[in-house]
């Protein structure tokens, strides 16, 4: 992304919502962007897929450890159309990364856990908030402004300015990052041309990222 311009970022999502089968596509080549119009992806990724061997790691990780761990291995699968990581197979769905990080984090969750448990797992834990991302945390997006939480992600990094850079699994770009301010939802960039939100596509128009976001959750 080359600020000051703002790339426009386009997600896809269907009605089932970031939810469906462990099915991967396999592709020879990696397709360029092409417009898709919802956030989220195909089908729901359920992981790891039957036959992928299982990796454990100790659940004493520190917390500073597990989420470099986390982020690490999702700045590892951006550009790529699936999650494999070490030989396991965690599904397409966009819960499917978060699966994957927090398991090389050492902290594995359901091999079913989808953005409803995902969220479920949050409110267990005192809620989402709007404010204070930090690295490591998982951000819930709607599928349209002020929708409910259908689309997750991981948190890379924070900016100062409070801009978080959040890694996640879309149906034709892949795994890919989107940049989010909630503290100024509507805006796209600053008047110096600084990026605040990546601009999607939701339905037949144009949505900044930061109106999209439903909540954080500190999960690791």
């Given at each position: 992304m080359s600020p000051p311009r703002v790339r426009l970022l386009a997600l896809a999502l269907l009605a089932a919502g970031c939810a469906g089968g462990a099915r991967a596509t396999r592709g020879s080549t990696l397709p360029p962007p092409?417009?898709?119009?919802?956030?989220?992806?195909?089908?729901?990724?359920?992981?790891?897929?039957?036959?992928?061997?299982?990796?454990?790691?100790?659940?004493?990780?520190?917390?500073?450890?597990?989420?470099?761990?986390?982020?690490?291995?999702a700045a590892g699968l951006v550009g790529r159309r699936e999650i494999v990581v070490d030989g396991v197979r965690y599904g397409d769905g966009c819960a499917a990364l978060v699966r994957a990080?927090?398991?090389?984090?050492?902290?594995?969750?359901a091999d079913d856990a989808d953005p409803a448990a995902l969220l479920a797992l949050a409110r267990s834990r005192g809620g989402t908030r709007r404010s204070r991302p930090a690295p490591g945390d998982v951000a819930f997006l709607a599928d349209r402004p002020g929708g409910p939480a259908e689309h997750v992600g991981l948190v890379a990094s924070v900016s100062p300015e409070g801009t978080a850079i959040v890694v996640h699994q879309t149906e034709r770009r892949g795994v890919a990052r989107v940049r989010v301010t909630p503290a100024q939802p509507w805006k796209a960039r600053t008047d110096a041309g600084k990026v605040l939100n990546d601009v999607l596509l939701v339905g037949a128009g144009r949505v900044t990222a930061g109106r999209l976001l439903v909540g954080y959750a500190t999960l690791l």
């Open positions: 092409a417009a898709e119009r919802r956030a989220g992806t195909l089908e729901r990724g359920a992981g790891p897929a039957p036959g992928s061997p299982r990796r454990t790691r100790a659940r004493s990780v520190p917390h500073d450890v597990a989420v470099r761990r986390a982020i690490d291995t990080a927090f398991a090389e984090a050492g902290r594995p969750l």
